[in-house]
């Protein structure tokens, strides 16, 4: 065990193969933090132990007071089309690396300090992060892994103890990230805009052994990366759209080429369904809406074959051709995704060719009677166990979903299984707990403004048993009387 630390060995695989894709940098020390969320099932799964994270040297380690022994901070440079205009010159300016650890599958973890202070690519920022949005993600992120959806992790918040001018004076906050890496597409365009070949293929190598170790030796490993990624990210918008999240800022700079979910800036659940749902107030014209979300998946994707033409063949006109033979298969991918998704959500799990016409006709007529979408599938396995009154509730007893009803308990009656059991696993799919936003906000407020915890860890708690109903924590599983659709959320970086 390393003395002075976290008990972990810190790896710089980053550092030491990506030279040209990152600037060293060093943390600002807040020597007024406080610890105010570590988690600690996240440390065991790291190998961290739980005397060694609720040590001093943690402490200092998350609080950017201290470097940890053998680590090479830095910030990562990448570029983004950020609302569909380019820009070549993002990159980490308000994030560290500290360096890679082998967590207790074997499996390579960044860690990472968000709201570190000033690196070379801060531009006019002052690197910093306002304590609300990084309790925020805290709780997002780890609510969607509860919910089994790939996504960053969070491993420690801090209150800086500072104050961050973003309009009025804020907290200031400080998080400890957790990700299967941080490469984005951002990383790629960035990389090919050097126009230099060996820097491309340095970083599709190290990302083909760090994440798609199985494309290495095919016939052509980096036309293969890329149909790898495509089906990580059709996979994730998939199920973003099977749970009702909306990202809120899908640009290339934000799609992590593992196919996590990263950047929890102005995300949010939608409560009554409606797929024209955008919550972020930057998003004025809509871009990043739910329903766009399957074509912004390959507009972005788009962008990522470009940043390999040079890799995938000598010849540029072979090389787009492959490439878009890769890119026309993301949606018909995605599609089958999401209907398999859609189609356990809905209790099959025979497959039927009627089925995608079912589900959207349910989509349809929720969008119609302006119903939950989250409840909408709980009361659906509930009417299964003979209670169909609440699910008709919901839908006003509109008559065209009562059709619909009966057409559906046709086809789950050819699943030759009880009618419990499928609403059981209906529940183990559906979530009852998500992240509404006035919870979110409560929880926001008053961690931020009175400095109380509690709702927070309430709902942290709520959140991380999304599936198993407790009749004590009704109001957490429904949403405000009344529309949401005026909510905003901000970037509030
Ligand atoms: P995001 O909206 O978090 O995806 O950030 C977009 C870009 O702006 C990234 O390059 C961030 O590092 C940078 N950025 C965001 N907030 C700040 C800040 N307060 N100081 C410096 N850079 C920032
Ligand atoms: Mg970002």
């Not at 943390?27 to 005397?51: C, F, H, M, Q, R």
């Not at 570190?116 to 002052?126: A, E, I, Q, V």
């Not at 929890?264 to 809406?289: E, H, L, W």
């Not at 927070?456 to 009387?481: A, V, W």
Request: aromatic residues 8%.
């Amino acid at each position: 065990m390393l003395e002075n630390d976290l008990g972990i060995d810190f790896q710089n695989t980053f550092a030491k193969d990506l030279e040209g894709l990152y600037k060293e940098s060093s943390a600002t020390s807040y020597p007024s933090a406080e610890v105010l969320l570590l988690n600690d099932n996240l440390a065991l799964e790291l190998g961290i132990d739980l005397k060694n994270l609720y040590s001093m040297n943690a402490f200092d380690i998350f609080s950017g007071n201290k470097r940890p022994v053998n680590s090479i901070t830095l910030a990562q440079a990448y570029s983004g089309h950020q609302f569909g205009r380019f820009n070549p010159n993002l990159g980490d300016g308000r994030a560290l690396l500290l360096g890679e650890v082998l967590n207790k599958r074997g499996e390579l973890r960044d860690i990472q300090l968000k709201g570190s202070g000033p690196t070379p690519f801060s531009r006019r920022g002052d690197g910093k992060s306002a304590l609300g949005p990084v309790l925020r993600e805290y709780l997002l992120s780890e609510s969607m892994h509860a919910l089994g959806i790939p996504t960053t992790r969070a491993l420690a918040v801090i209150k800086t103890g500072e104050q961050v001018e973003r309009g009025s004076s804020l907290p200031g906050g400080l998080m400890t990230r957790v990700a299967s890496s941080h490469i984005r597409i951002g990383t790629f365009e960035f990389a090919s805009l050097q126009n230099d070949t060996k820097l491309i293929k340095k970083l599709a190598d190290y990302s083909i052994s760090r994440h798609f170790p199985e494309t290495a030796n095919v016939e052509n490993p980096y036309l293969a990366l890329f149909a790898a990624v495509c089906n990580q990210q059709a996979s994730l918008v998939a199920n973003w759209m099977s749970i009702g999240f909306i990202h809120g800022v899908m640009n290339t700079d934000n799609m992590s080429i593992s196919g996590e979910t990263i950047d929890y800036g102005p995300c949010a659940f939608m409560n009554t369904y409606n797929p024209q749902t955008v919550f972020s107030s930057i998003d004025t014209k809509g871009r990043y809406a739910y329903q766009n979300q399957p074509s912004i998946l390959t507009w972005n994707l788009t962008r990522l074959a470009e940043s390999l033409i040079e890799l995938v063949h000598h010849k540029k006109d072979e090389s787009i051709r492959l490439l878009t033979e890769v890119l026309q298969l993301i949606k018909p991918v995605y599609t089958n995704y999401w209907l398999v998704l859609m189609r356990s959500k809905i209790g099959l799990s025979k497959e039927d060719p009627t089925d995608y016409e079912l589900i959207i006709n349910l989509l349809n007529l929720m969008e119609k009677n302006k119903v939950d979408f989250t409840l909408c599938f709980r009361l659906l396995a509930k009417s299964l166990i003979g209670d169909s009154k609440p699910i008709r509730n919901i839908f006003k007893g509109c008559s065209e979903f009562n059709s619909w009803l009966m057409l559906w308990q046709e086809r789950i009656s050819q699943e030759g299984i009880p009618d419990e059991e499928i609403s059981e696993s209906m529940n183990n799919i559906n979530p009852l707990y998500v992240p509404r936003n006035h919870n979110v906000e409560a929880a926001l407020q008053a961690a931020t403004k009175q400095n109380n915890m509690e709702p927070f860890k309430k709902l942290f708690s709520i959140l991380q048993n999304p599936h198993k109903e407790n009749d004590d924590l009704r109001e957490y599983s429904t949403p405000l009387s009344g529309d949401d659709s005026s909510y905003k959320t901000f970037c509030g970086t």
